[in-house]
């Protein structure tokens, strides 16, 4: 059906373009002076009916299925569904949909057979009407332009405006993300905190989110201190940039001041490499190859380290950093303008002593925001530290211990269980809403101190 | 200064002398460190990439290769009927078959024995017979994979000294495959179902047609969504945006939209496209709607550093001989800055091709046996796939990781590839 409206409206959109550009043409040939060219009254048609059709059809395809489902639930018979979990109507839900699919398990009881003839049948009344609607708007659209065609219409002001409406509307969607983003985090996370007090989450340092499904079940209570989580994510991202800064630092002096022009030439792209290189790769590298190397390491030296240590994650982190940093920090040092670089070395000084008393203090602020940045991706970082890092959240600074970060909980929380009304899901989504504020006011104080820090030179 | 000047007042102002030669050295001697410091950070990421590499490449080449078994298979018309041939008793077959390759076997051991074919076999014989029932009552060759561990054996991964309860094959069983080796049964073909096959909870069957497939969708639906959209956005901001608050508010929208965590959109497509919108979980629609989100900002940064780029006189010329504004952006910037666009989209999209975690929260890490044939079936991805993969205990999957790494990392190497080209042919200087 949804194929079927999209040729409907494709075939009437052309139509309306051939139609109104031949109208446009004869009153041209008629000895008419138009105002626009006989294209843009095609065009006119085409667009007044291809923007509000595909529009109802792309909301009618999203809105379709929750409306469905709402009805089929509603008309379920009176009494099936009391005293049921909403788990449990989950599950009900399911199978109606897949009876309705033809998939039938088992036995079902009759009134499940009833609900799925009813979707099936609501289904195809529902693509029937989008058709019809989608018919009606174009038929209207094509109607109303094609009255407009006179040789006095500015049909090319008529096109240029709907193309910059649409413009704007593209530009609009980056906002709409936004706040989606933080509608969604806010909705669900204020359904965290009427189950879990907000204080509780903030300022509690014990975190067991493995509370039980049944009444039966035995299980821990349910602790949701985030204080260890975000811990662990700290001390994680703190091992990333203890390695990542020097490294980044110093080669990016070594490529800004003494590397030859060869040299620069392939180094650059290689440590750019690292870069593109997908973080879920880099998480198999630390369980596969570092994780167990530094455990090595650490029995010869007699250390107690515990087999997902935060140093493997942190230092395989720090390599995925190194040339996010390497390239900020060579962008600062290039931005320092030549005359101090000259004036020192008139002076007498080395290129050591010009990079570490001229232009590096004169780049600190670039480097900083640099560095600000990385420590906002290592917080957000995800698959590296899913897959090296520890699940169980303790409050310790120790970087020899397993620790758990943030991202690590919400994706734990979130594999392959997403009812909707358990503390348990909700908190991943508490964690997410401070996970994005965290990373926002890290990037807003790190862009705003590189960009003020380039209008001082400019 | 003063002090020197103090003590030893014609010593320091010699360039010969002692004290002037000793600064001097002292002086170029902390320029080498600094230099050899900064040499020595360059190589230390350089070794962590050839270790990276390394580590793949050893562990990943040996997953091309898949160990076959030869056998003859005597199919009884006890066990198939030629009725319904695709009702057989294909395991019993099989352990005929492994009974007329070791006729000395016991009879207790023939459990064992057939544990050396892969599970696939009896299905390959079935979909052969019913293919051709005629086949029942003669013997016929197949060519099967065997299952991981002896694959691990014959790849050499098996410490054959070592102790005996250790390890998963014990000595008989390391007789047995030594016997048909020296029959000249056992070859090492390259392994294509590492391409051709979809997952599966056998090391020796698992491939990544699925991952692939699913991969392709999601990069579609991303490319149709965040290309136009990106296109659309860049355009009005740089050429058509007025300066005022909300073109400001768009602008750092977008920077910041390109430093949100991946996981923070995993969250979003979970909450509102499957929790509000409701659609199917593990679906590459849905993981392309995501990705496309994400993709987005960099499309329009691309965008506009391409739409910048094109000289002002191109425009004045334009509207010069009387093009509008938008004729102008439509018909002459647009076009020149196609090249730029295209190779930021590429990136953009190569980048999307490595994202896990906000595919990981949709449920693209569902175990799925078949190749999605729509983007609305359930799927992985290729990275998810490697994550689930790294995820399993048996050991051929870690030489399969890698492999799926090294396929991954293929794409994303083409992909780049592309963009670099795209920008050397077309870009121009102006």
Known sequence: MTGFAFALLLTAALAGYMMNRQAAVTLRDGGQRLHSLGMFHGLYALLAVLVPAIIIVLLWLVLQSTVINRLVMAGLPDGVLDNLGSGAIQLIKAEIQSISQGRVFGDPEQWKMDAAERMNSLRAASGWLMLLVVAAVSAAALFVTRRSVRAEFRARQAVEGITMGLLISCSLVAIFVTVGIVLSLVFESIRFFQMVPITDFLFGTSWEPQIPIREDQVAAEGAFGWLPVILGTLVITFVAIVVAVPVGLMSAIYLNEFASKRFRAIAKPVLELLAGIPTVVYGFFAILTVAPAIRAWGASLGLPIAPNTALAAGSVMAVMLIPFISSFADDALSAVPRSLRDGSMALGATRAETVTKVLFPAAIPGIVGGVLLAVSRAIGETMIVVMAAGLIAKMTINPLDSVTTVTVQIVTLLIGDTSFDSPKTLAAFALGLMLFIVTLLINIVALRIVRKYRELYD | MTDQTNDAPQASHGWASPEFQNRLSRRRRSEAILKGVGLGAILFAFLMLGILLWTLISGGTQAFRQTHITLDVPISAELVDAEDPSRGNYRNVMNEAMQVTFPDAEEGDLRALSGIVSNAAQFEVRDRIVADPSLIGQTITIKVPVSDPYDQLNKGNVDTESDETMRRLNDAAIGWFQQLQDEGRIS???????????????????????????????????????????????????????????????????????????????????????????????????????????????????????????????????????????????????????????????????????????????????????????????????????????????????????????????????????????????????
């Open chain 2, 188 to 430: 090492k073909p390259i392994n294509w179902a590492l391409i051709t096959n979809a997952d599966s909870r056998f090391p020796e069957l698992a491939g990544l047609k699925g991952a692939i497939i699913g991969s392709f969708y999601a990069l579609l639906v991303c490319f149709l969504i965040s290309f136009p959209l990106g296109i659309g956005a860049a355009i009005y901001l740089e050429e058509f945006a007025p300066k005022n608050r909300l073109s400001d508010v768009i602008e750092v929208n977008i920077n910041n939209l390109a430093a949100v965590p991946s996981v923070v959109f995993g969250l979003l497509a979970l909450a509102v496209f499957l929790g509000w919108f409701g659609m199917p979980r593990s679906a590459p629609l849905v993981g392309g709607m995501t990705l496309a989100l994400m993709t987005m900002p960099t499309i329009i940064i691309a965008t506009r550093a391409a739409l910048k780029a094109v000289p002002p006189s191109i425009r004045e010329a334009a509207l010069g001989v009387g093009a509008s504004k938008q004729q102008v952006v439509f018909g002459h910037v647009l076009p020149l800055a196609m090249p730029g666009i295209l190779t930021g989209t590429i990136i953009g999209l190569a980048q999307a091709l490595g994202e896990t975690a906000p595919l990981l929260l949709i449920g693209m890490n569902a175990f799925v046996t078949a190749a999605p044939s729509t983007p609305l079936d359930a799927a992985t991805a290729l990275p998810t796939q490697i994550f689930i993969w790294a995820d399993s205990p048996e050991r051929g999957f870690v030489s399969r990781t890698s492999a799926a790494i090294l396929v991954l990392l293929g794409f994303l190497v083409m992909m780049n590839a592309l963009a670099i080209f795209l920008r050397n042919r077309f870009e121009r200087r102006w």
